[in-house]
């Protein structure tokens, strides 16, 4: 049987040779074999024992489906932080049955309702907690209406917590600082979205959510990548239902245009929507300025502008373009 690691016998050893990082120092030979039943693993050329503790992270039980295997799990979910206890606390589940499902005794779900009014009390009993608890609320229904991915709702409650511990919350508002961390953490992961379309889901004005983005980059040093306006093609197309060879042939014009500088100093958003016109034109797929222009958040003067620019430095000829 073969794996990523090597080939596996049936006498419970492995062989693996994947490059220099396990060599063997004594004979440089990149040949080592893995005694699973020992927990040693030796070099294959000159038998030199490299490891005698290997330890064995897996189960020690067998599951063969996936659901025999979660059965088994004796841990919990992983920490999230978009949970405001990261998802480490108890719940005390609202359906007043025990575990069998029969139904609680009177003075047993009274006593239950007592239990879980205080263990809620307890969750959120001191002032950050109950921020925390107010912030991943609205971090999840922010990030739900924009549709963006697990990984940058993680990121964005990480940014959150860092400036609560840096006390930028204090004073401003919650809605704000969540917009403008998950606006931040979608620039990092190279996913970002316009600064408008934020601002409308977040019922925050433009000009708040400018200055706490703004704050969590000078306070917390974030590192935050240029942004290209090649970025939003797949969006802006999907919204707009342009086929693929339409994307590619946009890809193509924006790589042209900074090859020769054209990008420098403008606004992506503008380039973008210019570069789908073009393409359009091109490909026999038109979509009007005003569509381009809605979807990408940007005014039918900038992408006449942008489109002007564009055609007149990569001279195309978009009145006989096929």
């Given at each position: 049987m073969e794996n990523s690691r090597g080939a596996i016998s049936g006498n419970g050893k492995s062989t693996r040779s994947d490059g220099e990082s396990h060599a063997c120092?004594?004979?440089?030979?990149?040949?080592?074999?893995?005694d699973i039943?020992?927990?040693?693993?030796?070099?294959?050329?000159?038998?030199?024992?490299?490891?005698?503790?290997?330890?064995?992270?897996?189960?020690?039980?067998?599951?063969?489906?996936?659901?025999?295997?979660?059965?088994?799990s004796r841990v919990?979910?992983?920490?999230?932080?978009?949970?405001?206890d990261k998802g480490l606390s108890t719940v005390i589940d609202w359906r007043d049955r025990d575990i069998s499902g029969r139904k609680l005794t009177p003075s047993r779900r009274s006593e239950i309702y007592r239990l879980r009014k205080w263990q809620i009390r307890s969750r959120v009993h001191s002032s950050m907690d109950r921020n925390l608890a107010q912030a991943m609320s609205e971090l999840e229904r922010l990030s739900s209406q924009l549709g963006l991915p697990k990984p940058i709702r993680e990121l964005a409650a990480l940014l959150y917590r860092k400036s609560i511990v840096k006390k930028l919350v204090r004073g401003r508002s919650i809605e704000a600082m969540v917009a403008a961390c998950l606006y931040a953490a979608c620039?990092?992961?190279i996913k970002p979205r316009p600064l408008d379309e934020v601002a409308d889901a977040s019922r925050v004005n433009k000009k708040k959510l400018g200055q706490c983005y703004r704050l969590l980059l000078r306070s917390l040093n974030l590192r935050i990548p240029l942004s290209s306006p090649v970025h939003y093609?797949?969006?802006?197309?999907?919204?707009?239902?342009?086929s693929s060879p339409v994307q590619l042939r946009t890809v193509e014009i924006l790589n042209q245009s900074r090859a020769i500088g054209l990008t420098i100093g403008r606004d992506p958003l503008g380039l973008a929507a210019a570069a789908i016109y073009i393409a359009s034109?091109?490909?026999?797929?038109?979509?009007?300025?005003?569509?381009?222009?809605?979807?990408?958040?940007?005014?039918e003067v900038t992408v006449r502008n942008r489109y002007k620019e564009i055609v007149a430095k990569l001279k195309i000829d978009t009145l006989n373009s096929v």
């Open positions: 120092p004594e004979c440089g030979a990149g040949s080592v074999v893995e039943a020992r927990g040693e693993s030796v070099c294959g050329g000159c038998g030199l024992v490299l490891s005698d503790h290997r330890i064995d992270t897996g189960a020690e039980w067998r599951a063969f489906s996936s659901e025999e295997g979660d059965a088994r919990g979910a992983p920490m999230r932080y978009t949970i405001h620039r990092i992961r093609i797949s969006r802006f197309a999907s919204e707009l239902r342009l034109i091109m490909l026999d797929d038109r979509r009007t300025q005003r569509e381009i222009a809605e979807v990408a958040r940007v005014t």
